[in-house]
């Protein structure tokens, strides 16, 4: 660790480096324990500080320098990521540039860190399972922007976010990344290593765990303001899948027909329906099979297809829209019942369509379909019993496919979904009656539970990956990819400023949604890169051998209740990756 100092006009060398009394524990600094570079710039000597920070810890406005040293360990053809901090402890501002030197062969990506609102923390949850409750409500970060350089006001931190692809014939062992820091006008920089051990395991795609997160195409052309479905729509909505893909998400929803209960102006359904005469349809699955050929250029091999029954206990069909003139109009009305005689001729004369389109395609076994999203009790039940009976008879080749998010481990004892999906503070029930399940979250649960809000610890996040392996779930889902309309309106938000989309506290803040609308493409979120890594961590364990009964994991037994630390999930990391003599190196 070093500042490289050239004596250009910018840099005055007043006690270049302090020692910050939190960053060594005997004050001095060591391998592991190195302070954070400070110097002193320009003609009144204004000073700054750099660091280095990992991925698990939020850098806030106000977070103080740490370490200018840091570790971190990654698989061959895998990815890693950590942050380049930057504090300006003067009262002018200062502009800085952060680049990656000297490692083009680990395709370094450099972003800024930005901050949006948290106006209020998750509630009913104990602030030791929040993150950043010293610094808040007020700012976090979350957006990476496609930028390489900060401006910094009076006594503000912001922090770089390196992201790093670990080529799968990389040399094994230890090799530094340099990262340089620049004030701007300054000919010298803040020079820092961090010290990239790279393991002899080459890690390749998950196996046998699928990963959904809901897509909204209209959400698209309402934030950019496109045609529905033009050509600049297609642009917009390919770069987010992609983004989709490469993040771990490998099944993709397919919007064919509208599951959701506000009325469209543009609904986004794939599929072009013309009712020919009364009660007689058409269909035409032109668009349909674009965005599915689309999508297996990406990557895509497995598609989850669009609810026949609206969520919360089936009680109405699924929307289909229809052109008239220059309108869409829903073909029956939104109130009518789900078992109506409207709808059941409507099935007979799709589904035998769609299963032709399937068997066409190559799809029917790697399909998965829903019946109604998130029913509950009682009449629920009931009414999830009799759509299930109707697919029996006029759908059986969906029998082993049909998927939904449901907690009542009664829809897993009585065999009435296929794929139960349990959210995850319902799954311990479906863990002890040995129900094959996945699981998901949506709005819910806070608490000690995992999931992945504004204010969710990211060392938690990191965790999704470690605690599927060890709990056996056998895949994910998440409602909110790109979620960005106002919620169930036809009225698009402003997720830079709102990240609850006006529905807080029912919904906490970054649930609705995991990237932003860039210029040409998506923001990531750093939830979302933290995700993927807790995705490719799962992966590492599958290609380690790693049991769920293993030892290593024995500290986790709920979804609840399991480690929370950054160390315990570094010496896991470096146990798996580098063997147990390295894990018990501090």
Known sequence: MRLRACGGPMIALAAVVFLDPDASRAGVPSASHRPAIRARIGKDGAEVAYWLEGSLRRVYPATTPGNASLSLTAPRAGRASFQVCVRNESIHPIGFDCAVVGADELKPRVRLVGLVPLPHFTPGTDPAELEGVEHGPGLVPDPLYPETKALLGPRETRSFWVSLMIPADARPGPRPV???????????????????????????????????????????????????????????????????????????????LVARREPFRRPCQLLDVEETSPGTYRFDWTRTRRFLAMCREIGFREFEWSHLWIYWGAENPVRVYARKGDEFVMLWP?????????????????????????????????????LSDEPGDGRHIENYRRARAILREKAPWMTGRIMDALSNIEYGRQGLTDIPIPMVNAAQAYIDAKIPHWVYYCCAPSGPWLNRFLDTPLVKVRMSGWLFHRLGAKGFLHWGFNYWHKMEREEIGDPFHDASNGSWPGIPFGDPFLIYPGEDGPIDSIRWEVFAESLQDMAVLQAAGVKPDDAILSDIRSYADFPKSEDWLRRAVDRVLLGPKAAAVP
């Open 178 to 256: 340099k990262v340089r820091v620049t004030p701007w006008g300054a000919a010298d920089a803040g020079e820092m290593d961090a010290n990239l051990n790279v393991a002899e395991l080459v890690v390749g795609r998950r196996r046998d765990f699928p990963v959904i997160h809901w897509w909204r195409g209209e959400a698209t052309w309402d934030y950019y303001q496109t045609g529905r479905f033009d050509e600049r729509w297609w642009e917009l909505t390919r770069a987010q899948l992609r983004d989709m893909w490469d993040h771990g998400s490998d099944v993709m929803p397919v919007p064919l």
């Open 334 to 370: 939104p109130d009518i019942g789900g078992f109506s005689d409207t709808f059941l001729n409507f099935l007979d004369q799709f589904l035998p369509e769609f299963h032709a389109f399937l068997k066409a395609e190559g799809l029917l076994e790697h399909s998965y379909f829903h």
